[in-house]
C-alpha cells in the first residue's frame, strides 16, 4: 500500500514571491510520482512527474520538484508566484514495480497568491 | 483537439433517486479511471477500465454504484438510491495506453452531485 502526505492544506504567498509546496510519500516499492494542478471548475491537469532519472524535474508554467527518495519526498518549487497560479495542487503517487496500477492523491493544497 | 467531457457539470437529486453521470474520454484512449473527490480531499479511487473491460471496481462504495463503457469509449457511472453521502465531485479521467502507472491522466471537469 502506498500513501501520499500534503502536510499543508493552504498555502498563502504574495506575488513574485517564491513557493514550495510538501508532499511526502509511503511506499514499500519503487514509484512514479506526479503534481496535477486543479483551477477552480476545472479538472485536473498534469504540470510534472518523475518517472526515472535525473531526480529535478521541470513542468509547466515555471514549476519544478525534486524526488528526494531518502526523504521520500517530492516537494513542489516555484522561484516567483504569479495571481493565476492560485489553484489546489495535488501530489499522486502510482507503483512502478508493476503492481497495483491505481494511483493514490494527497489532499491537496490551496495555494492562494496575494496582490 | 477535445479533452475530456462530462455531463451533467451538476446535478441536484432527491435521496433515493437514481443518477446516472456521463464521460466522454479523449478519442483513442485506452484507460478510463472513475474517481470521487469528497469537499477539501483528493480524488479516490472508484473504478478502471481497459477499453470495454472493467479490470477493477475495488473502489465502488456500495453496490448502489455501477459503471459501464460498453464499446470502449464513452462510460456512464451510475448511482441507486442515492444517499446524501454520496454527494460528491465525481471525475472522470483518461489515459492513452494501458500502462497507466507511467502515464499521464486527462481530467474532466467533473459532475458536481449533491444528494438532498
Known amino acids: 500500500a502506498q500513501s501520499v502526505t500534503q502536510l499543508d492544506s493552504q498555502v498563502p504567498v504574495f506575488e513574485e514571491a517564491p513557493v514550495e509546496l510538501r508532499c511526502n510519500y509511503s511506499s514499500s516499492v519503487s514509484v512514479y510520482l506526479f503534481w496535477y494542478v486543479q483551477y477552480p471548475n476545472q479538472g485536473l491537469q498534469l504540470l510534472l512527474k518523475?518517472?526515472?532519472?535525473?531526480?529535478l524535474v521541470k513542468g509547466i508554467n515555471g514549476f519544478e520538484a525534486e524526488f528526494n527518495k531518502s526523504q521520500t519526498s517530492f516537494h513542489l518549487r516555484k522561484p516567483s508566484v504569479h495571481i493565476s497560479d492560485t489553484a489546489e495542487y495535488f501530489c499522486a503517487v502510482s507503483d512502478a514495480s508493476g503492481g497495483s496500477y491505481i494511483p493514490t492523491f494527497g489532499r491537496g493544497t490551496s495555494l492562494i497568491v496575494h496582490p | 483537439g477535445a479533452g475530456v467531457s462530462q455531463s451533467p457539470r451538476y446535478k441536484v437529486a432527491k435521496r433515493g433517486q437514481d443518477v446516472a453521470l456521463r464521460c466522454d474520454p479523449i478519442?483513442?484512449?485506452?484507460?478510463l479511471f472513475w474517481y470521487q473527490q469528497a469537499l477539501g480531499q483528493g480524488p479516490e479511487f472508484l473504478t478502471y477500465?481497459?477499453?470495454?473491460?472493467?479490470?477493477?471496481k475495488s473502489g465502488l462504495p456500495s453496490d448502489r454504484f455501477f459503471a459501464e463503457r460498453p464499446e470502449g469509449s464513452v462510460s456512464t457511472l451510475k448511482i441507486q438510491r442515492t444517499q446524501q453521502e454520496d454527494s460528491a465531485v465525481y471525475l472522470c479521467?483518461?489515459?492513452?495506453?494501458?500502462?497507466?502507472?507511467?502515464?499521464?491522466?486527462?481530467f474532466g471537469p467533473g459532475t458536481r452531485l449533491l444528494v438532498l
Open positions: 479521467a483518461s489515459s492513452l495506453g494501458d500502462e497507466t502507472r507511467a502515464e499521464t491522466q486527462y
Open positions: 478519442s483513442g484512449h485506452v484507460s
Open positions: 477500465f481497459q477499453n470495454e473491460a472493467q479490470l477493477d
Open positions: 518523475y518517472l526515472s532519472g535525473s531526480t
